[in-house]
């Protein structure tokens, strides 16, 4: 290999992964650039990158838009990941450190739940929730959302505190402390990179749900990935600029995710690639 | 005789002395199961409730005729007989199978492409922006994608008026109310198909390759093509395999593309497995047969992840770990 034989590739492979890129975010971009243009713009040249007068305006319209549905979902989120960290991290304890009957089996039981798909459980648990008297309650999607998050987040935590040393939970108990205080005070705070990480594909995959919330809650409820699907546009807005509209709204439910993936980055990579790694 | 007795004493009381040992070794472990059924007992109530119950649903439910409002009645194998005899069904069979010989090479071949063309990068800092940046296009939720591509496939949308500027606007339709092309569109969405997990493990794949395997190619004289075919493709196998099975596990279990683009119209020419028992149990109230629907989803595609699991432990026995 000659050095320009070696040389010409690179300056194409930069150009190539730029093209790649530019066009793996293109629906973004297409996305921002014409919420900040009006109508006519639109329909004229999507592509163009115009700014309709005032400023922001769809921003404002969508934000009146998403309100409601953006502090529902995040109480939602924020009580299921209570549930799914919480009881995760309890059973991931008995079963890392604690000696019991039955223990085998029981491991197995929330093991073999990682290979139950969703679509599986929808129907039933759709007409569950319906004879509980729980459809148009938040609670349809936060007990669920608990539920199916337990397998996954125990799997990682349990072999999370595996990894801690035995040093720690020996002289803990010279010291006295019984195991729930041993879970409280070594366990608990030196797990909370793990959490973070489950927490967050938690996060994700409740925040773009669509299909459970639209089965089991009103319209008049809507979470965002619901309002923003059933757009309905406010009747104050001329019809023209609506599409201007939704794209701002898009631009809006994508912001939570975009904002938790640059503050985050690291343990969304770590979380990504735990699951294939336990495969 | 004495001595026997004197032995059978003292064996009767080494007894008696292991028992007194045991029995509070295993009151410890009773007591420590107690404690440890405390911790596992909230995890349990929500899977025996939310999980467990509906998996117990869905099994018995695909031998039932259901609408939902009287008691289901057995009816035996009938759904599944039904089933095979169904051509939305068949044709929803065979409208996967597109979606995942066309879908999954797309996929796999675009994130192996852009792996291994940052993996080639000399910077370690380009090499950390590109893969920064092409994980950052995920942080867009799915679903905002779905509804952007939607808006590309409308009429007079972003394809058409591609297709205009190259002059080949006569081309332009209704992508996804058009019987013709609602299926490709749906398979072809998210072009580039670049998608980030894909890249990370394909990436560490690279990164697990033995530096002194591509030396020695090197020296050797092969040229970068043939580093790909003979080094870099046969070493990561167990990178494609893995990210095959999950494809089809994904595609298979895909119900929020085709609900939300096409609803699998027009008239099925868009329908798949998950949504046409989605539509069953939600449109018609066939709940017994949906769930029949499902458990041959679940049956397939449980064979196909434990027949290519096999496939990954043997590539993964040859190569070491590259994830």
């Known amino acids: 290999m000659s050095m ?100 085998a089996f029981l491991f197995y039981a929330i093991f073999g739940l990682l290979l139950v798909p969703g679509f599986l459980t929808l129907i039933p648990l759709f007409l569950q929730i319906k004879n509980m008297g729980l459809l148009d309650s938040d609670w349809a999607l936060i007990l669920p959302y608990i539920a199916g998050g337990q397998a996954f987040a125990i799997f990682v935590f349990r072999t999370f505190v595996q990894g801690i040393p035995n040093e720690l939970f020996e002289s803990a108990r010279l010291d006295g402390a019984n195991d729930f205080q041993i879970f409280q005070r070594i366990v608990v705070p030196l797990s909370v990179p793990i959490m973070i990480t489950i927490g967050l594909l938690n996060i994700t995959a409740i925040y773009g749900d669509y299909v459970w919330p639209s089965l089991v809650l009103a319209p008049s409820q809507s979470t965002v990935a619901m309002a923003i699907a059933n757009f309905v546009p406010p009747p104050a807005i001329v019809s023209v600029n609506v599409v201007n509209m939704q794209f701002a709204a898009y631009t809006l439910a994508a912001v939570p995710m975009v904002l938790l993936f640059l503050f985050f980055m690291r343990y969304f990579v770590a979380g990504l690639t735990s699951g294939a790694i336990k495969m | ?161 591609l297709l205009n500027v190259v002059g080949l606007g006569r081309f332009g339709t209704a992508w996804l109310a058009n019987p013709q092309t609602a299926l490709w569109a749906l398979i072809l969405m998210g072009f580039p198909w670049v998608s980030a997990f894909a890249l990370l493990i394909f990436y560490a794949g690279f990164q697990g390759i033995p530096t002194e395997l591509v030396d020695a190619a090197t020296v050797d004289g092969a040229t970068s093509g043939q580093r790909v075919w003979r080094i870099e493709v046969p070493l990561l196998m167990p990178q494609i395999k893995l990210l095959i099975i999950l494809s089809i596990v994904g595609i298979s279990q895909n119900l929020l593309t085709p609900l939300l683009m096409t609803n699998g119209g027009p008239e099925n020419a868009s329908i798949t497995p998950v949504l046409y028992m989605y539509q069953n149990a939600i449109d018609y109230d066939r709940f017994g047969y949906a769930m029949a629907i499902a458990f041959v989803i679940f049956l397939v595609s449980m064979t196909l992840a434990i027949v290519g699991m096999k496939y990954i432990r043997t590539g993964n026995e040859q190569e070491g770990n590259g994830v």
């Open chain 1, 4 to 103: 320009n034989q070696a040389r010409r590739p690179k300056y194409v492979i930069y150009l190539l992964l730029v093209m790649l890129l530019v066009l793996a975010a293109y629906p973004m971009i297409f996305m921002v650039a014409n919420a900040l243009k009006n109508g006519d713009q639109y329909t004229v040249n999507p592509f163009s990158f115009g700014v309709a007068p005032p400023f922001g305006q769809f921003f404002v319209l969508a934000w009146e838009y998403l309100e409601a549905s953006f502090f529902r979902t995040f109480l939602i989120i924020a009580l299921s990941l209570v549930g799914v960290i919480g009881f995760g991290m309890l059973s991931a304890y008995a079963f890392a450190r604690l000696k019991f009957y039955g223990k």
């Open chain 2, 1 to 161: 005789m004495a001595a026997r007795t004197l032995n059978e004493d003292s064996h009767k009381a080494s007894i008696a002395v292991s028992e007194q040992i045991k029995s509070p070794v295993r009151r410890r472990l009773l007591r420590q199961s107690i404690i440890a059924y405390a911790f596992l007992l909230p995890t349990f109530i929500f899977v025996g409730l939310f999980s467990y119950r509906p998996v117990v649903r869905a099994l018995i439910g695909a031998f039932t005729a259901w609408n939902g409002l009287l008691p289901p009645t057995w009816v035996g194998l009938s759904n599944f007989i039904q089933l095979f005899h169904d051509p939305v069904f068949l044709e929803s069979l065979v409208h996967i199978g597109w979606w995942s010989l066309i879908g999954i090479p797309l996929g796999m071949l675009a994130a192996f492409a852009a792996a291994l063309m940052i993996y080639r990068l000399r910077s370690m800092r380009a090499q950390y922006w590109f893969r920064f940046l092409f994980v950052m296009t995920m942080a867009i939720p799915g679903i905002v994608g779905i509804l952007i591509w939607v808006d590309f496939y409308n009429p007079g949308g972003a394809i058409d008026l």
